[in-house]
Nanobody, 120 residues
Framework: QLQLVESGGGLVQPGGSLRLSCTAS????????IGWFRQAPGKEREGVSC????????FYNPSLKSRSSISRDTAKNQFTLQLTSVSPEDTAVYFC?????????????WGQGTQVTVSS
């Protein structure tokens, strides 16, 4: 059964960093593009970052590029998102997805999401 499970969300202090992980099961990560999207309350879904199926190309939301990093570990079938210098504007539910088309279409398969709250 195909599954994506996010972890690592929670409360983060402004100026701090967050590291989210997504563990995939039911398929082999290295054959698919994967990505991170987020949705804040009252706002539209936003692409954060994605990585090509080969792992050779990464894409970042220009507004987040300087603070974000996506990586994958094919041995663990897991990928991660790191976001530094967070602010309350980064508060959102973060989703990992399989098969995104750039940062506009997240793909057909999503995790359940993990809440990130940036607050002091």
């Amino acid at each position: 059964q195909l599954q994506l499970v996010e972890s690592g969300g929670g409360l983060v202090q402004p100026g701090g960093s967050l590291r989210l992980s997504c563990t995939a099961s039911g398929f082999t990560l290295e054959y698919y593009a994967i990505g991170w999207f987020r949705q804040a309350p009252g706002k539209e879904r936003e692409g954060v970052s994605c990585i090509s199926h080969s792992g050779g190309s990464t894409f970042y939301n220009p507004s987040l590029k300087s603070r974000s990093s996506i990586s994958r570990d094919t041995a663990k079938n897991q990928f991660t998102l790191q976001l530094t210098s967070v602010s309350p504007e980064d508060t959102a539910v973060y989703f990992c997805t399989r098969g995104p088309n750039g940062l506009t279409y997240p793909g057909a398969y999503w995790g359940q999401g993990t809440q990130v709250t940036v607050s002091s």
